[in-house]
């Protein structure tokens, strides 16, 4: 807000452009009218929105699901909400438009992948296949083995370690596919320590 000391603005009150022109009591004063308020929802912007939000929602699915148990202990460990360790693991999967199988994280952790794990289909089976390191500790052989099912309109299937019977030992399993699996599908395992409080990340086949 401003004085004004002119005597022909004295004589005047109104808006010329931005400028509003006004009187108190026998003084002349001016302010600027605000701006117009904008939308500044650019298309980066629309963009990173966009892929916000279809993280958040996969974020609501999972931890439905027995992998919350995955990323509450990674929260854990790192003194951070799951939540935000999630979507921060995610976030790059998601382009706006579609999703990046590849880029998917159903784990994370700090136990590492055993060397060489393969994974190949037969019909409607999968045959994984892994070596251990030499001298691995009995906790370690005793790692449990993950598996995540997703076919190509996003369903996914989990198969906890109940179902492959399967310990980082074996260094062989055999998951079978479901009907709805039997086409294209996306295929993620990792390993799971027996008390469920730590885990690997997943590694990522297509099948």
Not at 173 to 178: G, H, R, S, Y
Request: proline content about 1%; hydrophobic content about 35%; some cysteine.
């Amino acid at each position: 807000m401003a004085r004004c000391y002119s005597s022909v603005f004295n004589r005047f009150s109104g808006q010329i452009g931005r400028v509003i022109y006004y009187h108190v009591g026998d003084k002349l004063y001016m302010r600027t009218s605000p701006g117009q308020v904008k939308d500044c929802r650019s298309e980066l912007q629309l963009y990173y929105r966009e892929r916000m939000r279809g993280t958040v929602t996969f974020y609501g699915v999972v931890r439905q699901t027995l992998l919350a148990l995955v990323w509450q202990a990674v929260g854990r460990r790192k003194k951070r909400s799951a939540y935000n360790l999630f979507v921060q693991a995610n976030i790059r999967a998601f382009n706006g438009t579609a999703l990046l199988y590849d880029l998917v994280r159903f784990s994370s952790g700090s136990l590492g992948l055993p060397h060489d794990l393969q994974a190949c289909r037969e019909g409607d089976k999968v045959r994984l296949t892994w070596r251990n390191e030499k001298m691995l500790s009995d906790e370690r052989l005793a790692d449990e083995l993950w598996c995540v099912v997703m076919t190509e309109d996003k369903d996914f299937r989990i198969i906890e370690p109940g179902e492959t019977g399967a310990t980082r030992e074996n260094e062989i399993a055999e998951v079978e596919l479901t009907t709805a699996e039997r086409g294209k599908v996306h295929f993620y395992c990792f390993f799971g320590s027996a008390g469920r409080d730590d885990f690997s990340e997943n590694l990522h086949f297509v099948l």
